[in-house]
């Protein structure tokens, strides 16, 4: 889906209201960045997936190096099947890759058992997904405490209503999902990820079912949390302009990075894809 350019002529992006207030309370704001080997928030280092065996195998990651830095906003993009959603789901702790290693901080989550992984993405992974993901029985306020409840340290309510009134939807905690709008079950999405403040905010494709304005309303609210809360953003998409939100565009093209881009234009990435046939 297409956005219009989100830069202004002076190539700065439009401000947002939302997620302002909590950058002091952020415990990765720019002043206190995450420490980890290498100053990244989360990295790869060789990363590969193989799915099946024998002549079936699918080669979806083939020797993935990458390191996020705390505080950025990077768009992951490639043609289709070249791997995008495999490497965020590895480097998320959602998948195991078949080598390599995966790193939070000093941590290689990578060797985990699943147990202590499952918790440790509940504490410092978010994940906002293109079909938002909530459980539709469950109230708005329900949805945003789930995964803290899971990994037994739910969030307390202030910090629940206040993370929902940050992305727009205070007063809204005992609708159900079934009574919001696409983009305002993805901002309650939103919030259930970062009412923990993760280390990392993964989206795949988050406004990939969203119309444009309120593709560019998601954004611009991934883009505020990284400015003024110093998030670190990591975002798969097939388009070049809601590339254009992030700091640096890594290109993924047969399960390898092909390009590692800084603050491309979307003329740019438009034309570094096609050439890619994506
Ligand atoms: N569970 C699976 N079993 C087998 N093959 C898989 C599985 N998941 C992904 N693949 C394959 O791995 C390759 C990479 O898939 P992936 O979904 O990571 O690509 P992508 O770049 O995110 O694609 P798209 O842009 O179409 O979503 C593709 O060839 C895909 O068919």
Redesign the pocket.
């Known amino acids: 889906m297409p956005f219009s350019n989100p830069r202004g002529r002076d190539g700065r992006l439009p401000a947002y209201d939302g997620l302002r207030s909590r950058a002091a309370g952020s415990p990765h704001s720019p002043d206190d960045p995450v420490s980890s080997r290498d100053g990244a928030a989360v990295r790869c280092d060789g990363l590969h997936r193989r ?2 065996g024998g002549a079936n195998a ?1 080669h ?1 990651l083939r020797g993935v190096t990458v390191a996020f830095a705390p505080g950025t906003f990077t768009a992951v993009m ?10 965020l789901h590895c480097v998320a702790g959602m998948d195991r890759p078949t080598s390599g290693t995966v790193w939070w901080d000093r941590t290689e989550v990578s060797r985990l058992r699943e147990r202590r992984l499952a918790r440790l993405r509940r504490a410092e992974v978010g994940f906002v997904f293109q079909s938002f993901n909530l459980m539709p029985a469950m109230t708005v306020e329900q949805n945003v405490t789930l995964p803290g409840r899971l990994a037994g340290r739910p969030p307390g309510r202030t910090a629940v209503h206040e993370a929902l009134r940050q992305v727009g939807l205070g007063g809204r905690e005992r609708h159900r999902p079934g009574q919001l709008s696409g983009g305002q079950q993805q901002r309650v999405a939103i919030a259930r990820a970062l009412v923990s403040h993760p280390r990392v905010l993964f989206a795949d ?1 988050p406004t990939g079912a969203l119309d444009r304005r309120t593709g560019v309303e998601i954004l611009s609210l991934l883009r505020a949390g990284v400015d003024e809360q110093g998030q670190t953003c990591v975002m ?1 998409t ?1 388009d070049a302009v809601a590339a254009g939100y992030a700091d640096r565009v890594v290109v ?1 093209a047969d ?1 390898v990075i092909v390009d590692d881009l800084d603050r491309p234009s979307a003329a740019a990435v438009s034309d570094r894809l096609s050439r890619l046939g994506g």
Request: net charge neutral; glycine share 26%; proline share 5%.
């Open positions: 799915y099946g699918v979806a490639g043609p289709s099947g070249s791997g995008k959603t495999t490497l494709e798969v097939h993924l399960g």
